[in-house]
Every structure is written in structure tokens, then in C-alpha cells.
């Protein structure tokens, strides 16, 4: 157990479903992240909540929309997703130090999605 | 952007042979970290090095940084199956986010 949960675990949708994923870390951390791993690619950082600030990746497409209400919670909202976006959705979190200092990330089990 | 060079894609060992990974970028980093992802697990941190030219151990795991920090390895003596898994590097340039090698999968035959 290393205090990130993700729920679901599991999820399948269709083009133009809207759903989210939820993750929540209980380790007192202040940053939290979204990766996405594909089948036989580098994992991806979608999106950063560090120190109160957002940082995203510009390539990833606006049909994920992350949502941070507190340092606990971490949301990734998904509409009209695409055959392509099926992969594992992990989320992570670290206590930031500052610029110069950072520290493990731990991961969440991660939700499978499958997207029809 | 900065990219992260992880070879090989995959190893197959048997089971007591050695296995090294390496990583490698073109710009100085300001630190590397290396995770280890089980089959159908997620990615659980293994070790951070900082400083040019450290070398840290861990059982039979051994991390180094090389001297111009720009690369690192991972070496695993005597491989057990324990150890089968994909093994990722991650590197941080000074003032940007971690990125991730692609990873070494790691089989081991026993």
C-alpha cells in the first residue's frame, strides 16, 4: 500500500461518454501528478499540481480536463476520448522541496481504460 | 525538450546472471531517479542520486552517476526472479519536470 488510491480500477467507455477518475493520496503530500502509460511508450506526464501551481503538458488534448479541489484530491475529467486514449491512467504525489529539491513520486495501482 | 535515452528495451537473463540498465541524456541533470514497475503493478521508487560521480547500493542492486551527470546505471548481481520486471529511469534537469526513460523489461529464467 502506498498511500495513493485511484478509483476505478477498471473502466470502459464509449466515444462520447464523459467520466472521471479520482485519486486521493494520504501521505500529507503537496504536488500530485497524472501519467498516462501506453503499451510500449515512455510514461507521460499529463499534469502537474506542484507548490499550488498547475503545469500540463501541451501536447495532451483538451479532452482531459484535471480538476485539484485540495492537496488531497486529484480529479482527471474525460470527454468525447478517442480508441487511441486507451491506456493506464496513473496518478502520483511528492512532497516538493522547491525548485532545486525533489523528492520520490509514489503511484497510485492506476485505472485501466478502455475506450470503444 | 529534454529527452531520456534508456537502453536495452529488454533483457532475458537466467536466473543468477547479472543485468544492467542504462540511461543516458544529452543535457547535465540536476537528478536521477530509478523506479521498478511489476507486471501489472505500477511504478515504486527504488533510489535517488544527486551528486556526480555517487554510487549507492542496495542488496544486490548498484546505482551510479556518472561523473558529468548526464547518465546513470542500474546493475543487478545475481538475478533473481524476484527481480523480473520493466526498470525505469527518470531524470529532472535543473528547474524541469521528471522525465521518464521508456524502461527495461526485465525477464528472468529460471
Known amino acids: 500500500e502506498t498511500g495513493v488510491t485511484q478509483t476505478p480500477r477498471h473502466l470502459v467507455m464509449g466515444m462520447t461518454n464523459k467520466k472521471s477518475l479520482k485519486c486521493e493520496q494520504h501521505l500529507g503530500h503537496n504536488a500530485m501528478y497524472w501519467y498516462k502509460q501506453s503499451a510500449k511508450k515512455p510514461l507521460e506526464l499529463m499534469f502537474v499540481y506542484s507548490l499550488e501551481e498547475r503545469v500540463e503538458n501541451n501536447s495532451v488534448p483538451s479532452r482531459f480536463s484535471p480538476e485539484c479541489p485540495n492537496s488531497s484530491h486529484l480529479f482527471l475529467h474525460l470527454h468525447t476520448l478517442q480508441p487511441e486514449d486507451s491506456a493506464l491512467y496513473l496518478c502520483?504525489?511528492?512532497?516538493?522541496?522547491?525548485?532545486?529539491?525533489?523528492?520520490?513520486?509514489?503511484f497510485g495501482p492506476g485505472t485501466r481504460l478502455t475506450v470503444l | 525538450g529534454q529527452q531520456v535515452m534508456q537502453i536495452p528495451q529488454y533483457q532475458h537473463v537466467q536466473e543468477g546472471e547479472d543485468f544492467t540498465t542504462y540511461c543516458n541524456s544529452s543535457?547535465?541533470?540536476?537528478?536521477i531517479q530509478w523506479y521498478k514497475q511489476r507486471p501489472g503493478g505500477h511504478p515504486v521508487f527504488l533510489i535517488q542520486?544527486?551528486?556526480?560521480?555517487e554510487v549507492k547500493k542496495q542488496k544486490r542492486l548498484t546505482f551510479q552517476f556518472g561523473e558529468a551527470k548526464k547518465n546513470s546505471s542500474l546493475h543487478i548481481t545475481a538475478t533473481q526472479t524476484t527481480d523480473v520486471g520493466t526498470y525505469f529511469c527518470a531524470a529532472r534537469e535543473y528547474g524541469n519536470k521528471l522525465v521518464f526513460g521508456a524502461g527495461t523489461i526485465l525477464r528472468v529464467k529460471s
Open positions: 502520483a504525489s511528492s512532497q516538493e522541496l522547491g525548485a532545486r529539491v525533489h523528492n520520490e513520486q509514489f
Open positions: 542520486l544527486v551528486k556526480s560521480g
Open positions: 543535457t547535465t541533470l540536476s537528478n
